[in-house]
């Protein structure tokens, strides 16, 4: 049965085999990704910037999976050279990557006239530069592989206004257009390309803004299910876009929010 799982009609929906790279790795939605990507049968290389973490979650995760490669570098890919040094490396060891997965970003909450020139540059250097940059840099690679796939890890703040602050916005809303014009440009190159929009996950950093009870409290409310999504959730989601069960989507943003975008008054 488990061979029929793995080969017949059920095998496309996972990922036995497939090469994944996963940025921002190391916790959060991204450590959540790289848990369930091994779980369904993936490699996968790790990237965030804190070696030991990398280092710990790297021996946790192949006793678990050992009979799967999970390999990890440390980088700062804010910075260009980085994300060079980052593809240098994972193409020394696999000759095709079946899957991108840019999670890495970061925010700054503030009025939006508080923003300096330089916090501005950084968060969209961060948040979107690096993303479009991996994906170039990451091109070869996927084309090389059959059936390969970016999965962009938007939000529901590049869909609506929130009050998350009006840069990390801008540089989701840029992300999923860049999923879009991606995906029609590389599609003859069998690469497809997908971004997902987050809602509240339950993660260390949204831990952190939700214990004002009554702002978890204003997020409840705008939620039509009525809870926080677990990390697993979405990382399941935007692990579905990778999968061979998902051949036939490209371009396209699958909001993973409870329901929160579409809930009007």
């Given at each position: 049965m488990l061979?029929?799982?793995?080969?017949?009609?059920?095998?496309?929906?996972?990922?036995?085999?497939?090469?994944?790279?996963?940025?921002?790795?190391?916790?959060?939605?991204?450590?959540?990704?790289a848990d369930s990507a091994l779980?369904?049968?993936?490699?996968?290389?790790?990237?965030?910037?804190?070696?030991?973490?990398?280092?710990?979650q790297?021996?946790?995760?192949?006793?678990?999976?050992?009979?799967?490669?999970?390999?990890?570098?440390?980088?700062?890919?804010?910075?260009?050279?980085?994300?060079?040094?980052?593809?240098?490396?994972?193409?020394?060891?696999?000759?095709?990557?079946?899957?991108?997965?840019?999670?890495v970003g970061s925010n700054l909450r503030k009025p939006a006239l508080q923003y300096t020139l330089d916090e501005y540059r950084q968060l969209m250097d961060l948040n979107l530069t690096t993303a479009l940059h991996l994906s170039q840099l990451a091109h070869p690679l996927l084309r090389s592989a059959a059936g390969a796939s970016i999965v962009n890890i938007a939000s529901v703040a590049g869909l609506c206004h929130l009050r998350t602050g009006v840069v990390y916005a801008m540089s989701k809303a840029a992300m999923l257009q860049m999923t879009r014009n991606l995906a029609v440009e590389w599609a003859s190159d069998?690469?497809?390309?997908?971004?997902?929009?987050?809602?509240?996950?339950?993660?260390?950093l949204a831990r952190q803004v939700l214990a004002d009870a009554d702002y978890r409290t204003q997020v409840l409310q705008r939620t039509p299910l009525g809870r926080i999504a677990s990390a697993t959730e979405v990382a399941d989601?935007?692990?579905?876009?990778?999968?061979?069960?998902?051949?036939f989507i490209t371009g396209t943003c699958l909001p993973v929010d409870g329901g929160m975008s579409v809930n009007g008054f």
């Open positions: 061979q029929y799982f793995r080969r017949g009609t059920l095998g496309r929906w996972r990922l036995d085999g497939r090469k994944l790279l996963i940025t921002g790795a190391s916790k959060g939605i991204g450590a959540a990704i779980q369904l049968g993936a490699d996968v290389w790790l990237v965030a910037r804190g070696s030991a973490r990398l280092q710990q790297q021996t946790e995760l192949q006793q678990r999976f050992p009979q799967q490669q999970v390999f990890f570098r440390a980088a700062d890919l804010s910075d260009a050279d980085q994300r060079h040094d980052l593809l240098h490396d994972v193409q020394s060891r696999w000759q095709v990557l079946h899957g991108l997965i840019n999670n069998g690469i497809r390309v997908n971004a997902i929009a987050p809602w509240y996950t339950d993660t260390p989601a935007a692990l579905f876009m990778a999968m061979p069960a998902a051949g």
